[in-house]
Every structure is written in C-alpha cells, then in structure tokens.
T-cell receptor
Framework: GAVVSQHPSWVICKSGTSVKIECRSL??????MFWYRQFPKQSLMLMAT?????????EQGVEKDKFLINHASLTLSTLTVTSAHPEDSSFYIC??????????FGQGTRLTVV | LAKTTQPISMDSYEGQEVNITCSHN???????ITWYQQFPSQGPRFIIQ???TKVTNEVASLFIPADRKSSTLSLPRVSLSDTAVYYC????????????FGKGTMLLVSP
C-alpha cells in the first residue's frame, strides 16, 4: 500500500523554540495532505489541510501563525510549530490521499516541549 | 459530515470473533465507510472500506445493512496484537479533505 512517512518520530525542544515536522508521500503524489493533533487518550483532531502550491486551510481554533504549514511539492508537506510552549506537547500526525477514498497516515511525531 | 457513534471500549479473549458496530444515521449517498486501527504512539492504519453490503479482506470483514445507517467491523479470531483503538469514519470522496475522527473503540484482547 501507499506509504506516508513523517520525520522526526519524536522531538524534544525548549520552550520558545520552533520545531519543523516533515510529512512525505513516498510512492505517490499527494496534492493534499492533512495535519492532525492527538492528545493522550483522545481522538485525532484535524488541524489543517495542506494544499500543494497554495495556502493551507486551518480548522477553527487553530492558530495559523503558530502552526505554519508549507506544501512546496507534491510529496512533501511541513508543519512548523513556532514559539513552542509546553501546552503544544502532543502527537502530531499527517495523512495524504492518493485520489479516491483511502487516506494514508504517517507514523506520527511525538513533540515534547520542556 | 456524518457523525459516528461507537462503543467506547470492548473486551475479548484470544481466538474469539469481535464485532464492533458503528452508527452513522446521517450518512450521505456518496459517503464511504472506512475503518482504521491505531496503536499507541502510531498513526492510524487502514483496515477496510465499504459502501454497501459486505466487504472482506485478509484481516477483517465489514457488514453494511441496506439502509447504511450502521456498519459492523468483524475481526475473526483476534489475538493479543489486535488490542488497539478502532475508528469508524464516514466521508465521501471529496469529503476526505475533512476526515473527522470520532472517539473510537478501545479493544482489549486478553489471553
């Protein structure tokens, strides 16, 4: 099946710094990728939709200036958490669709802000 | 988007068949039903997808009644490694840009 890869799998950063998370579709072109956040024992919450070559669409309540999304190519989307704070600590997951109705998910990135 | 309702948790034993039912009363004509499995600290993994009647693959079966207002994921002969959270999602092809996850069902398989 199609593969979506995230990097890094986990990251620890100091409060106030920025962290970039990469999401790559390894064997297909993804014009649209999606970013989710998941807190412990909770479900996935859609943060934003990343569109290649255009601005991302953010869900209500998600700060676009804090969570910068760039989708510069058909195989790569990045999420940058700017000026991270402990409350941003979470599990971030990306997904992509290869047309059709099936979404493929990355393995997730565990962000811990200390 | 059709909202889904699943049991919060289920318990089973190794070797048993497990059926998880999802309610989606407001499913639209062009909506598909997809089930995902998620282990702790991993991204969701696709299990099965269907539109109507029955779909079977190497890991599960999906039963969808004629009115499509619910669906049942059937896992035959579960093992300890099937302990995970299972999500039922409903969305049309264009609606996959806004996949909305419900709370999911935490399946615990015991020896």
């Amino acid at each position: 099946g199609a593969v979506v890869s995230q990097h890094p799998s986990w990251v620890i950063c100091k409060s106030g710094t920025s962290v970039k998370i990469e999401c790559r579709s390894l064997d297909f072109q993804a014009t649209t990728m999606f970013w989710y956040r998941q807190f412990p024992k909770q479900s996935l919450m859609l943060m934003a939709t990343s569109n290649e070559g255009s601005k991302a669409t953010y869900e209500q309540g998600v700060e676009k200036d804090k969570f910068l999304i760039n989708h510069a190519s058909l195989t790569l989307s990045t999420l940058t958490v700017t000026s991270a704070h402990p409350e941003d600590s979470s599990f971030y997951i990306c997904s992509a669709t290869r047309g059709g109705t099936e979404a493929f998910f990355g393995q997730g990135t565990r962000l811990t802000v200390v | 988007l059709a909202k889904t309702t699943q049991p919060i948790s289920m318990d089973s034993y190794e070797g048993q068949e497990v059926n998880i039912t999802c309610s989606h009363n407001n499913i639209a004509t062009n909506d598909y039903i997809t089930w995902y499995q998620q282990f702790p600290s991993q991204g969701p993994r696709f299990i099965i997808q269907g539109y109507k009647t029955k779909v079977t693959n190497e890991v599960a079966s999906l039963f969808i009644p004629a009115d499509r207002k619910s669906s049942t994921l059937s896992l035959p002969r579960v093992s300890l490694s099937d302990t995970a959270v299972y999500y039922c999602l409903v969305a049309g092809e264009r609606g996959y840009s806004t996949l909305t996850f419900g709370k999911g069902t935490m399946l615990l398989v015991s020896p």
